[in-house]
């Protein structure tokens, strides 16, 4: 019998994004102005901060302010940040109140389809939960991407991000005549009438192509649906083109609410409310903190990589790939 040892456990950073910038400001000033005007910055920022104590008083809905949460994804191919995205959100639907917000910084241009329907299926949880969600694209947010921004109740994306890509498309080599060529047969056995249909080193036929590319339609239709059904307003005969446009373009379209930069919303939240960045990670073993398994995991990735696999995915180039 196999020991499997427990996964590493997850560490959960919190960074209180309200205090750090208020560091940072005051070390700006003591450095460029002196300590003089760092006292008088220190007693308007107190000023500040007791006139809007009042005018919540007055107010007895804002008596207990709402908090915001900020998580980071940057997706790759397999949308691996899932696996730290998933804790995170846990952990805030568990701690947060409703009416508070989360914030998503969001980058990526997509990957395989069911890593990009489960980071989606994430970010669902959250408003299920009742708490608002904002996404903010800086650079790119395409195809499995966008599948994830469009769950938002506000998208807002920098005005040269990167937006839509909704779209679905394959390629694959085919290796049969070269194989033919060199006199190499190749056999492949198979239960069920399509469990394949086009192949790497098989001789696809017109049938094979037929229904490889109604699976790949029926994959674009999902696709819409789940658009259509966080964005009804989008005129998806226009934007489901697999096409890519540039914010100013994408609002325009609808695919997103505003254009503004991730770092110029938050300064704005902050202004009147708590914000907090949650940052998770796999607590390094002994072995990691040496730099001994590295190497070994790298080279065990490569080569997983590269193995022929049923992978389906969505990518920025609104490429669909199958390889099998």
Same mark, same amino acid.
């Given at each position: 019998?196999?020991? /499997?040892?427990?996964?590493?456990?997850? *560490?959960?950073?919190?960074?209180?994004?309200?205090?750090?910038?208020?560091?940072?400001? *005051?070390?700006?000033? #003591?450095?460029?102005?002196?300590?003089?005007?760092?006292?008088?910055?220190?007693?308007?920022?107190?000023?500040?901060?007791?006139?809007?104590?009042?005018?919540?008083?007055?107010?007895?809905? *804002?008596?207990?302010?709402?908090?915001?949460?900020?998580? &980071?994804?940057?997706?790759?191919?397999?949308?691996?940040?899932?696996?730290?995205?998933? +804790?995170?959100?846990?952990?805030?639907?568990?701690?947060?109140?409703?009416?508070? #917000?989360?914030?998503?910084?969001? #980058?990526?241009? $997509?990957?395989?389809?069911?890593?990009? $329907?489960?980071?989606?299926?994430?970010?669902?949880?959250?408003? +299920?939960?009742?708490?608002?969600?904002?996404? %903010?694209?800086?650079?790119?947010?395409?195809?499995?991407?966008?599948?994830?921004? %469009?769950?938002?109740?506000?998208?807002?994306?920098?005005?040269?991000?990167?937006? $839509?890509?909704?779209?679905?498309?394959?390629?694959?080599?085919?290796?049969?005549?070269?194989?033919?060529?060199?006199?190499?047969?190749?056999?492949?056995?198979?239960?069920?009438?399509?469990?394949?249909?086009?192949?790497?080193?098989? +001789?696809?036929?017109?049938?094979?192509?037929?229904?490889?590319?109604?699976?790949?339609?029926?994959?674009?239709?999902?696709?819409?649906?789940?658009?259509?059904?966080?964005?009804?307003?989008?005129? !998806?005969?226009?934007?489901?083109?697999? #096409?890519?446009?540039?914010? +100013?373009?994408?609002? /325009? !379209? /609808?695919?997103? &609410?505003?254009?503004?930069?991730?770092?110029?919303?938050?300064?704005?939240?902050?202004?009147?409310?708590?914000?907090?960045?949650?940052?998770?990670?796999?607590?390094?073993?002994?072995? *990691?903190?040496?730099?001994?398994?590295?190497?070994?995991?790298?080279?065990?990735?490569?080569?997983?990589?590269?193995?022929?696999?049923?992978?389906?995915?969505?990518?920025?180039?609104?490429?669909?790939?199958?390889?099998?």
């Amino acid at each position: 019998m196999l020991f /499997h040892p427990p996964k590493n456990p997850v *560490e959960l950073k919190v960074i209180h994004l309200n205090k750090t910038q208020k560091q940072r400001r *005051e070390d700006l000033m #003591e450095a460029t102005q002196g300590k003089t005007a760092l006292k008088q910055l220190k007693k308007q920022m107190a000023k500040k901060a007791k006139q809007t104590l009042k005018a919540k008083a007055k107010n007895k809905d *804002e008596n207990k302010d709402k908090q915001v949460f900020v998580l &980071d994804f940057d997706g790759d191919i397999k949308a691996t940040a899932v696996k730290h995205l998933r +804790e995170e959100i846990s952990t805030l639907i568990s701690t947060a109140s409703k009416g508070d #917000e989360v914030v998503v910084r969001l #980058e990526s241009g $997509g990957g395989l389809v069911h890593s990009y $329907g489960l980071a989606a299926a994430q970010l669902v949880r959250i408003k +299920e939960a009742g708490l608002k969600l904002t996404v %903010c694209v800086d650079k790119v947010a395409a195809s499995g991407g966008y599948m994830m921004a %469009c769950v938002a109740d506000n998208i807002i994306a920098a005005p040269f991000a990167i937006i $839509g890509s909704i779209g679905v498309v394959s390629q694959l080599p085919n290796f049969n005549k070269l194989l033919k060529k060199n006199d190499v047969d190749y056999e492949m056995f198979t239960a069920g009438d399509y469990k394949r249909t086009v192949t790497v080193f098989g +001789e696809n036929d017109d049938e094979d192509r037929a229904k490889y590319q109604q699976e790949l339609e029926q994959t674009h239709a999902l696709f819409k649906h789940f658009v259509n059904t966080y964005r009804p307003e989008l005129d !998806l005969e226009k934007v489901a083109t697999g #096409e890519h446009w540039y914010g +100013e373009d994408a609002l /325009h !379209l /609808h695919l997103v &609410d505003s254009l503004q930069t991730s770092d110029s919303y938050l300064l704005d939240l902050m202004e009147n409310h708590e914000v907090y960045a949650l940052h998770s990670r796999q607590k390094p073993t002994l072995a *990691e903190k040496l730099g001994l398994a590295q190497a070994a995991q790298a080279g065990f990735s490569s080569a997983i990589d590269k193995l022929p696999d049923a992978l389906m995915r969505f990518d920025f180039n609104s490429r669909f790939n199958i390889l099998k």
